[in-house]
């Protein structure tokens, strides 16, 4: 899988990483980088869920083009909507979370859904540190721990988004230590 498409990303990555976090500052590419691993994905006929907590379903969707929408009609994308109820939004995924203060809801909706996707499916968090604005710390840790397990054991790839300047060293640190590999963005790619 191509992982960046340009010189202005860092790249820390080997292709066989199941378990990356991608890590950078706001407007550094981060959730491109990660659309564009989705639709390469769906491209190679695997299946893809991304899991968003910043962005309402319907910009996701236009975000990943006719590509995304026909990939999600055809049943090769799925997208779990964590973002609308913050809002206000009605959600028009098939998937939704309605509540981020208590992460079991989250986890154990994308732990069936990860239990039912093939082998070298991608996963995508966007984001992380949203996460964090409803939860404890300690309890996202403990969320990405179980995914990123989960994600090992079905032999998945999971891009984990991870705004750099809005945590502590010591949680992003965990991060890291839980990642097979790290993604450090720098600069909107052109």
Known sequence: ??????DE???KHSTESRIVA?????QTGKTRFCYGAVLEAVRSGK????????LPYSEVLDNLGSEGKSAESAGNLTIMDCYSWRVGLKTEAKYAVGQLDDLSHLSALASKLMKDFPKRSLIVLDSVTTLTLHSKPEDVIKFLD??????RKSDLKFLAVVEDGAHDAGFVARIKSLADDIVETDSEPA
């Open 47 to 54: 299946k893809a869920l991304v899991i968003i907590t910043n």
């Open 9 to 11: 990303m860092v790249l």
């Open 22 to 26: 991608v890590i950078g500052k706001p």
């Open 1 to 6: 899988m191509e992982w960046f498409w340009g």
């Open 146 to 151: 179980v995914a990123f397990a989960l994600a």
